[in-house]
């Protein structure tokens, strides 16, 4: 399972950087990456360090579990919740590439004040304001499922608090003020992560 568990981490990581990036360069001329925000040690900071921290140890995991230096935790090893987590993860890749088609140019990995990009609120943004982040929730949430050791279970702790960080204090008040009210009568109708959920 561990095995798995790292070429389904491939093949996330080739279809939502590597050919969206690839695919973002030939639309508009640019990868799309804008990198970490903020200086050294600020909250904006912390929230881009901790998402790249989140994605190295969610591919270590199953990685050191797979060498024999880590072991699931007994509670979280049956065959069906792991079966679960191949489901998961499977269906994270697929939404994640789905709502990254749905971004088209305004695509980005991180946030450059000095750009303005289209207020995306049709597809998958209609339904979650970032679906891509709740895709990479799921995503992750499998993988822990599918490799469940105690790095991993630390591993996906770390990336929903680096996400709910990225959003609340990077890209939502990046958003307020490119978009103004336009922007706030779409938080207002539209979840964060998770429908009608978190709603301001």
């Known amino acids: 399972m561990a095995l798995t568990a790292v070429v389904l981490y491939l093949v996330f990581a080739v279809l939502g950087f590597g050919w969206r990036s690839w695919r973002q360069w030939r639309m508009t001329g640019s990868a799309g990456f804008r990198g970490v925000s903020g200086r050294f ?5 912390i929230a881009g360090a901790g998402w790249v921290a989140a994605l190295v140890i969610g591919v270590a995991a199953p990685l050191l579990q797979l060498a024999g230096v880590l072991s699931p935790l007994d509670v979280l090893r049956a065959t069906w919740i792991q079966t679960s987590g191949i489901v998961l993860a499977v269906t994270g890749i697929g939404a ?3 709502a990254q088609h749905d971004m088209g140019e305004s695509w980005r990995i991180g946030v450059d004040p000095s750009e303005t990009t289209t207020l995306v609120r049709q597809g ?6 970032n679906p891509i982040f709740s895709a990479m929730l799921i995503f992750a949430a499998g993988i822990v499922l599918m490799t469940p050791n ?7 702790a770390l990336l929903v608090a680096a996400i709910e960080l ?3 204090v990077v890209e939502e008040p990046y958003l307020r003020a490119v978009h103004g009210q336009r922007y ?3 938080t207002a109708t539209v979840g964060r992560f998770v429908p009608r959920v978190g709603l301001s």
């Open 41 to 45: 040690g600020s909250l904006e900071w």
């Open 96 to 98: 994640a590439v789905y």
């Open 124 to 129: 998958m943004f209609a339904v979650v304001r």
């Open 150 to 156: 105690p790095l991993g279970v630390a591993g996906f």
């Open 166 to 168: 990225q959003v609340r």
């Open 184 to 186: 706030r009568d779409y």
